[in-house]
């Protein structure tokens, strides 16, 4: 067959912009990755917020051997609305991760939150308690709403925003750890360490709540968020969860389990398979896995007891019926 | 009463070189932090203008190159001040354009027909925080609070139709039982919770309007929850609030003046100077008042 000249730069233009659209297709969306070959998880039985709880959490901190000696640690709770039932971090596992940094050698703990929906955060840090944890020596809070900002280009390219504005308080710390409370969400499926970090968006630029990230995808904009601010270590508030019509509105549930892990994306497959959901069926932990941590379960080690399904799932709302593992 | 001097000390302190306020002590100015200690302090206006964008917006903060909700605020402040007239008039072009996403008509499709899980009538909309964002409470409140004072004397059509629009919109937003949320009051079937702040400032931007049944509920609200707040934010807030719908207000300043002391507990400058605007309430010419 002859091939005029015509047809050939048909041809060619037509190869190379499939080309183009393969890679963009093909080309991963992340620039960094966290992932090592294993990670590490302590599933603790916690029954109540009392004062036993800091010497259990002291312990299983412990058995992470965690670089924090002389460092900066930033804690990220999740401060929502002051509402009553489990819709808020509980300010007793706070107060006791600080006292525990502290012991383990931290310079200074600095928790840090910017409420999403509530403008007034010292209303939302008043309701939930924390503020007598706060008066203690080297414990400092900073709104995170509130903080100098800093242009940061992100390191993932999943919700299209390509940078955002973040808070110095976070970027300047030596390590972070995301406590976020064991919910399930309205929009998300669930919401645990990954998502908590949505709190670090400044309200003082995206406002309140965050529509900018809403609008360029939930699941998307958490991954970018977690690659561009890495999450050191995680524990989970899940002694008493929420289920149902969460993050605000849902049920109490009686799990009575802290997670620690040293990977944000095994802490929250750990939590989903707690919730009786399957972590894969997760959009943002599936992707996640790639890049921001292990998913699999022969790729976490887990250092304290073996987490069982729960006898009966987390309720959801119908749309997120498919996260429960049949 | 002798601590508001002090209050006033405090504030300017904490004014950075170059003229604006930050909220938390940053060299970073805060458009919002600024708007507040400019009306607090009866400060000049002059690093404020200096933040003006050319196409009439506030950003939110200084090296932001973006416009913000901190237009309608700035607005208020100049209208207050009576100065800045082409600053002024270029401000109220500004958020006479801005609109919630809602004002699209895709969206207004997609909000009617199938994303219907928050209940709100798509058809009203108000300002949002950013441009491409949704409109909720408080940038509309603060909007209609803006233009109502600029257009006091004559309002062009436009105005008069973006402040029914925005007047509609809170009514559609109020919460069963009275106030307001940050935007909706009913996701997923269950009734929201207002909040304190939200509540206080949307009221403002109702001052001037007939006292619907909406409204009167919200007042009845605000009146019972802020004798129970304990945060200076909220609190500051009800107390402009209140003092517009002619409330006693006089036990709440002083719970307000107990709980800032001298003001050096507040980290705030926004907060702190909120407070400030609370406790002077009745002394000066209320800064977020419409003229009937």
Redesign the interface.
């Known amino acids: 067959m002859k091939i005029d000249r015509r047809r050939f730069v048909g041809s060619a233009t037509g190869l190379a912009a499939t080309a183009a659209v393969a890679t963009e297709w093909v080309r991963p969306k992340y620039s960094v990755s966290y992932k090592r070959p294993r990670s590490q998880v302590a599933v603790l039985n916690a029954s109540d917020y009392s004062e036993r709880l800091e010497r259990l959490l002291f312990e299983g901190i412990r058995l992470f051997d965690l670089p924090v000696n002389g460092k900066t640690v930033l804690l990220k709770p999740n401060l929502v609305e002051y509402l009553p039932g489990p819709v808020n971090t509980n300010a007793n596992v706070i107060g006791a991760a600080a006292r525990c940094f502290l012991r383990l050698g931290a310079s200074r703990v600095v928790v840090g939150e910017g409420p999403g929906h509530q403008r007034d955060t010292e209303l939302v840090v008043q309701s939930a308690g924390l503020q007598p944890h706060l008066m203690e020596p080297r414990i400092d809070f900073v709104d995170l709403n509130r903080d100098e900002l800093v242009r940061v280009k992100l390191k993932a390219n999943y919700s299209g925003l390509r940078e955002l504005w973040l808070p110095r308080s976070v970027l300047d710390s030596d390590f972070v750890v995301s406590m976020p409370k064991v919910k399930t969400h309205h929009w998300a499926g669930v919401t645990l360490s990954l998502k908590n970090m949505f709190g670090v968006v400044p309200g003082m630029k995206y406002g309140w709540p965050r529509n900018l990230l809403h609008w360029h995808g939930i699941q998307e904009s958490i991954l970018d968020i977690c690659a561009t601010m890495p999450i050191h270590f995680v524990i989970a508030d899940g002694i008493t969860a929420m289920e149902g019509n969460g993050p605000l509105q849902g049920t109490p549930r009686e799990l009575r389990k802290i997670v620690l892990a040293d990977d944000p994306v095994a802490a929250d497959a750990t939590c989903a398979r707690l919730m009786g959901f399957d972590p894969l069926r997760v959009k943002y932990l599936s992707e996640g896995s790639r890049f921001l941590g292990n998913l699999r379960e022969d790729q976490i080690v887990m250092l304290a007891e073996h987490p069982d399904a729960p006898l009966r799932p987390f309720s959801v709302l119908p749309e997120f019926s498919y996260l429960v593992n049949e | 009463m002798p601590t508001i001097s002090k209050l006033d000390e405090n504030l300017i302190r904490r004014q950075l070189s170059s003229g604006g306020w930050?909220?938390?002590g940053?060299?970073?100015v805060?458009v919002?932090a600024t708007c507040l200690a400019v009306l607090a302090g009866g400060f000049e206006s002059e690093r404020l203008l200096g933040l003006q964008r050319r196409d009439g917006s506030w950003p939110?903060?200084s090296?932001?190159t973006e416009a913000?909700?901190t237009t309608a605020l700035a607005l208020c402040v100049l209208n207050a001040m009576n100065d800045g007239d082409s600053a002024r008039k270029r401000a109220f072009q500004w958020l006479l354009e801005e609109r919630g996403?809602e004002a699209d008509f895709l969206w207004r499709w997609k909000f009617r027909i199938a994303d219907r899980?928050v209940r709100f009538n798509p058809e009203l909309y108000g300002w949002?925080?950013?441009a491409?964002?949704?409109s909720?409470v408080?940038?509309t409140a603060f909007s209609l609070v803006a233009i109502k004072q600029y257009t006091a004397c004559s309002r062009p059509e436009a105005a008069e139709k973006r402040t029914r629009l925005g007047v509609g919109m809170l009514l559609d937003r109020v919460c069963i039982g009275g106030g307001w949320?940050?935007?909706n009051s009913i996701?997923?079937g269950?009734p929201?919770?207002p909040?304190?702040?939200?509540t206080a400032i949307a009221l403002m931007a109702l001052q001037d309007e007939r006292r619907t049944s909406s409204i009167q509920t919200s007042l009845e609200w605000l009146k019972q929850r802020s004798e129970s707040?304990?945060?200076?934010?909220?609190l500051s807030w009800s107390i402009l609030s209140l003092f517009l719908y002619q409330q006693p207000v006089g036990q709440l300043q002083a719970k307000l003046a107990t709980l800032v002391g001298d003001g050096r507990v507040i980290r705030?400058n926004?907060?702190l100077a909120t407070a400030i605007l609370a406790l002077k309430c009745g002394e000066m010419i209320h800064p977020f008042a419409v003229m009937r």
């Open positions: 930050s909220f938390l940053s060299r970073q805060s919002e939110a903060f090296g932001d913000s909700w996403q899980n949002p925080w950013d491409g964002s949704a909720w408080i940038p949320n940050s935007g996701v997923y269950v929201l919770r909040h304190v702040e939200a707040v304990e945060s200076v934010e909220s705030n926004a907060t």
